[in-house]
């Protein structure tokens, strides 16, 4: 006997339903025409033209596609924004925004964002003449005393990376729409799982779905969510223009994995905590770098704009021969650059994604020769504990 299609119900209850369950329930769960129990991939680059009168909603997959379509819904419904887009890569997501700005606009940018991010406004963004003013963000005096006459947007990355120093969101996003400046967040490490910033006034939310979302080291992808239709009109335009889409299979396993974003984050950022806590016990250690920790100085702020504190911890072993001990007798953790996965990961910024700063103006920024970064992954956390201590005292 079949059964009616699925829709949405006419009576179905007000109640807003919570986190877990719109991960699971995006709108997209079950294909409309077989019920199947996941997105279909739709492998193709063009679409038939049934009517010449009556073009195809889909008519090339640059432009859009059904698969990528369906995540770019689900990233902007975890969001509360009104349109998502899916990029090739974090990168590709954070430079097709930048393009909303023009020749001779300037941008004021929090001066520990992501590499990537740092050297296309240095380098790129400068050269089609977009300058940028990079300032201490925890500091909203600086924020303020960077305005200029042709400042058009704020970037801001909250916790920053790796010393994790936080931003208040909403004293920016407040002071930015009195200067009518377009507000962007690269939320990658706290995903919306934790951290919602368009709640908080932002326009244009970014992420390196290739961390936290994605969640396995197996997909490169960027997300980009517009926080109203004026704005997802012109990312739209941009996306379709510059084509670094994503391909409808890594669409369709970052799907995969954002279904267990909130399982993952709550396990991953449980065992962060404990981790930071042992941690701040060991005498090896010079610092402990946790939103989470008492003594953090923007812990009161986190606390107000997220719901966790993620699950990365850094921590100063005091010196290149010391972290470097670390990393050659760790067993457990993957010694590599990227975090945000099941498997717990190790990066030393110094010689990974940091190396290309010049030695003095990494340490002024607290990134040390003995800074390590631990993104905590699902093992057991006494496990990585007892592999962690052993290498400290190996
Ligand atoms: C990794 C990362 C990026 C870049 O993303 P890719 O997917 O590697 O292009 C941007 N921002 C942050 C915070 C990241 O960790």
Same mark, same amino acid.
């Given at each position: 006997?079949?059964?009616?299609?699925?829709?949405?119900?006419?009576?179905?209850?007000?109640?807003?339903?919570?986190?877990?369950?719109?991960?699971?329930?995006?709108?997209?769960?079950?294909?409309?025409?077989?019920?199947?129990?996941?997105?279909?991939?739709?492998?193709?680059?063009?679409?038939?033209?049934?009517?010449?009168?009556?073009?195809?909603?889909?008519?090339?997959?640059?432009?859009?596609?059904?698969?990528?379509?369906?995540?770019?819904?689900?990233?902007?419904?975890?969001?509360?924004?009104?349109?998502?887009?899916?990029?090739?890569?974090?990168?590709?997501?954070?430079?097709?925004?930048?393009?909303?700005?023009?020749?001779?606009?300037?941008?004021?940018?929090?001066?520990?964002?992501?590499?990537?991010?740092?050297?296309?406004?240095?380098?790129?963004?400068?050269?089609?003449?977009?300058?940028?003013?990079?300032?201490?963000?925890?500091?909203?005096?600086?924020?303020?005393?960077?305005?200029?006459?042709?400042?058009?947007?704020?970037?801001?990355?909250?916790?920053?990376?790796?010393?994790?120093?936080?931003?208040?969101?909403?004293?920016?996003?407040?002071?930015?729409?009195?200067?009518?400046?377009?507000?962007?967040?690269?939320?990658?490490?706290?995903?919306?799982?934790?951290?919602?910033?368009?709640?908080?006034?932002?326009?244009?939310?970014?992420?390196?779905?290739?961390?936290?979302?994605?969640?396995?080291?197996?997909?490169?992808?960027? %997300?980009? &969510?517009?926080?109203?239709?004026? *704005?997802? #009109?012109?990312? !739209?335009? $941009? @996306?379709?223009?510059?084509?670094?889409? %994503?391909? &409808?299979?890594?669409?369709?396993? *970052?799907? #995969?994995?954002? !279904?267990? $974003? @909130?399982?993952?984050?709550?396990?991953?950022?449980?065992?962060?905590?404990k981790l930071a806590e042992w941690l701040v016990t060991r005498p090896e250690i010079e610092r402990v770098y946790y939103?989470?920790l008492?003594d953090?100085?923007?812990?009161?702020?986190?606390?107000?704009?997220?719901?966790?504190?993620?699950?990365?911890v850094c921590f100063d072993t005091g010196s290149?021969?010391a972290a470097?001990k670390v990393?050659?007798k760790v067993?457990?953790?993957?010694?590599?650059?990227?975090?945000?996965?099941?498997?717990?990961?190790?990066?030393?910024?110094?010689?990974?994604?940091?190396?290309?700063?010049?030695?003095?103006?990494?340490?002024?920024?607290?990134?040390?020769?003995g800074l390590l970064?631990y993104?905590?992954?699902?093992?057991?956390i006494d496990?990585l504990i007892a592999d962690l201590e052993q290498a400290l005292e190996g």
């Open positions: 006997m079949s059964q009616p299609v699925r829709t949405e119900s006419e009576d179905a209850p007000k109640r807003k339903d919570q986190f877990a369950t719109r991960l699971i329930h995006f709108g997209a769960e079950v294909d409309k025409t077989t019920g199947a129990s996941s997105v279909p991939i739709y492998q193709a680059s063009t679409f038939h033209h049934f009517s010449l009168e009556e073009p195809p909603e889909y008519d090339y997959s640059r432009s859009g596609n059904p698969t990528r379509q369906a995540l770019e819904d689900y990233i902007a419904k975890l969001e509360g924004g009104v349109r998502g887009f899916a990029f090739s890569s974090g990168m590709s997501a954070i430079s097709t925004a930048f393009l909303l700005l023009s020749a001779g606009d300037h941008l004021i940018c929090t001066e520990d964002v992501y590499g990537g991010t740092y050297r296309f406004l240095t380098v790129i963004a400068k050269r089609l003449g977009i300058e940028t003013t990079f300032v201490d963000m925890t500091d909203l005096e600086e924020v303020k005393a960077a305005i200029q006459g042709n400042t058009k947007a704020v970037f801001m990355e909250t916790p920053s990376n790796p010393t994790l120093k936080i931003t208040d969101v909403a004293a920016i996003t407040n002071w930015a729409k009195e200067h009518d400046l377009l507000t962007l967040l690269d939320n990658t490490f706290m995903t919306p799982y934790h951290q919602r910033p368009i709640e908080l006034g932002v326009d244009v939310v970014l992420h390196s779905a290739t961390k936290f979302l994605g969640g396995h080291s197996d997909v490169l992808a960027g %997300l980009a &969510v517009a926080a109203n239709e004026s *704005l997802g #009109r012109r990312l !739209k335009m $941009l @996306q379709n223009s510059l084509g670094s889409v %994503l391909g &409808v299979q890594d669409s369709w396993l *970052l799907m #995969r994995g954002m !279904k267990t $974003l @909130q399982a993952r984050m709550e396990h991953s950022e449980k065992s962060a905590r939103p989470g008492e953090h100085p923007g812990r009161e702020i986190h606390e107000r704009q997220s719901s966790g504190y993620g699950a990365v290149g021969e470097r990393l050659d067993r457990l953790p993957l010694v590599a650059v990227s975090l945000g996965a099941v498997e717990s990961i190790l990066s030393y910024p110094a010689l990974m994604s940091h190396a290309a700063m010049p030695k003095d103006v990494r340490h002024a920024r607290g990134i040390g020769d970064r993104s905590v992954g699902l093992e057991d496990d």
